[in-house]
T-cell receptor, first 114, second 113 residues
Framework: DGGITQSPKYLFRKEGQNVTLSCEQN?????MYWYRQDPGQGLRLIYY???????QKGDIAEGYSVSREKKESFPLTVTSAQKNPTAFYLC?????????????FGSGTRLTVV | KQEVTQIPAALSVPEGENLVLNCSFT??????LQWFRQDPGKGLTSLLL?????REQTSGRLNASLDKSSGRSTLYIAASQPGDSATYLC????????????FGTGTRLKVLA
C-alpha cells in the first residue's frame, strides 16, 4: 500500500544534540512538507519542497534544516539552535493534482528533550 | 494574512446526534479546503476536500460545505458514533501554486455512548 512512513515514532534529544527525523513516501508525490504541532496551536509549517533538490522555508524554519536528494525522502534535522524542540512533528506530501487529492500525512514523530 | 478559526474548540454530544463543526477563514480567495481527522497521538487522516469551485462534498455520514463569500465551511456528521471521537481540523490552501495549507486549531469531539 502507498503511504508516508515517519520514523522513529518517539525520539528523545539531549540538550545540544542534533537529531534527524525520517520521512519516506512511495506515493510518487512531488511535494513534501514538515509541520510542527503544539497543543492548542495547530500545525505550523517548518519547511516544504516542491521538487528534488529544492526546498523553501515555512513560517518557523529557524533551528531546523532539511534536504531533498530523492523524490521519496525528506528528512528533517532539529539542530541545537532550536530552543524549544519538544513537539509532535508531522510530514505530509501532495501530488501535482493536490487540488483533487489534497495532502497525505504520516503518523508523526514525537520529539522530547531530556 | 489568512487566518483559520474553528469554533467550538471542544464539543461533547450523545451518540446518535447530528452535529456541525465550523471552520472560518478570513481571505475568501482560497484554492481548496480540506477536512482532516486526528486521533490522539496519531497523524492526520483526510476526510473530504472541497475545491474552490465546489459547494459541497459527501462521504458516507460526512458532508462538507463551502461558502467562500462568507469565509465559512461546515462539516456535518450524521448519526454520530463513539468512534467519531477525535479532533477535526480544517485547512485552506491559498491561491493556486503556493502548495501551503493553513490549518485551524481544531475541534475536539467526544461522542458519548
Amino acid at each position: 500500500d502507498g503511504g508516508i512512513t515517519q520514523s522513529p515514532k518517539y525520539l528523545f534529544r539531549k540538550e545540544g544534540q542534533n537529531v534527524t527525523l525520517s520521512c519516506e513516501q512511495n506515493l510518487n508525490h512531488d511535494a513534501m512538507y514538515w509541520y510542527r504541532q503544539d497543543p492548542g496551536q495547530g500545525l505550523r509549517l517548518i519547511y516544504y519542497s516542491q521538487i528534488v533538490n529544492d526546498f523553501q522555508k515555512g513560517d518557523i524554519a529557524e533551528g531546523y534544516s532539511v534536504s531533498r536528494e530523492k523524490k521519496e525522502s525528506f528528512p528533517l534535522t532539529v539542530t541545537s539552535a532550536q530552543k524549544n524542540p519538544t513537539a509532535f512533528y508531522l510530514c505530509a506530501s501532495s501530488s501535482r493534482e493536490y487540488n483533487i487529492y489534497g495532502y497525505t500525512f504520516g503518523s508523526g514523530t514525537r520529539l522530547t528533550v531530556v | 494574512k489568512q487566518e483559520v478559526t474553528q469554533i467550538p474548540a471542544a464539543l461533547s454530544v450523545p451518540e446518535g446526534e447530528n452535529l456541525v463543526l465550523n471552520c472560518s477563514f478570513t481571505d475568501s480567495a482560497i484554492y481548496n479546503l480540506q477536512w482532516f481527522r486526528q486521533d490522539p497521538g496519531k497523524g492526520l487522516t483526510s476526510l473530504l476536500l472541497i475545491q474552490s469551485s465546489q459547494r459541497e462534498q459527501t462521504s458516507g455520514r460526512l458532508n462538507a460545505s463551502l461558502d467562500k463569500s462568507s469565509g465559512r465551511s461546515t462539516l456535518y456528521i450524521a448519526a454520530s458514533q463513539p468512534g467519531d471521537s477525535a479532533t477535526y481540523l480544517c485547512a485552506v490552501d491559498l491561491f493556486r501554486g503556493t502548495y501551503k495549507y493553513i490549518f485551524g486549531t481544531g475541534t475536539r469531539l467526544k461522542v458519548l455512548a
